[in-house]
């Protein structure tokens, strides 16, 4: 689906109340439309594993309102892994994803790792495959279990300002010194199942 051509439908159906929103994303019933995100990550090149993401109420209410409201927008994104055994939920928000997922920083990268997505020809996705955001543990890390992460729109780490887009639970045990885990974040919009 070129989402571009069906801007005014989805408006509307946006306006009069007719989309849900699910755990994985947002539905819009009418017009047979899901967006969301996936996730999938390598350690030292090897080990691929995939997860969905939450795309959060703040998230999703940024996405609406850049998109289809005239709201305020931004082009650069960033990826923020966090250690705390927590699972991921509606309500978390930039503010509190410092806080309460125990956002892990002690890693190369002088900041939260840039997402640089770039849009499908032909397909309704963006991702970042082509340059997957690249987190090195620092020396003298060992035994690190990094759990999950976040996709925000500040970029220091430990940032309480901006937009929380979405959060994964994505267990990566036993990481160290050196480890170096490579995130491919994918925004998809589709038919709903």
């Not at 499908?120 to 996705?125: L, N």
């Not at 937009?163 to 990566?172: A, E, F, N, P, Q």
Request: proline share 4%.
């Amino acid at each position: 689906m070129k989402i571009d051509k069906h801007l005014p439908e989805l408006r509307r159906a946006i306006r009069n109340n007719k989309h849900e929103f699910t755990e994985s994303g947002l539905v819009v019933p009418s017009m047979g439309l899901f967006a969301g995100f996936a996730c999938e990550t390598t350690v030292n090149g090897a080990d691929p594993q995939l997860t969905h993401n939450l795309l959060t109420l703040e998230g999703r209410r940024y996405l609406i309102a850049a998109a289809m409201t005239g709201g305020a927008q931004t082009t650069q994104f960033y990826i923020a892994p966090f250690t705390g055994n927590v699972t991921p939920a509606d309500g978390w928000t930039a503010a509190t994803f410092t806080a309460t997922a125990t956002e892990y920083t002690a890693y190369t990268s002088a900041t939260r790792v840039q997402w640089s997505g770039a849009l499908h020809a032909t397909a309704s996705s963006a991702d970042n495959a082509a340059s997957p955001a690249s987190i090195e543990l620092n020396a003298g890390q060992a035994g690190i279990t990094l759990r999950g992460f976040g996709l925000l729109t500040a970029s220091a780490k430990s940032a309480t300002t901006g937009v929380l887009i979405s959060s994964m639970r994505h267990d990566r045990p036993g990481l160290g010194e050196g480890d170096t885990l490579a995130v491919k974040l994918t925004l998809v919009y589709q038919n709903a199942p």
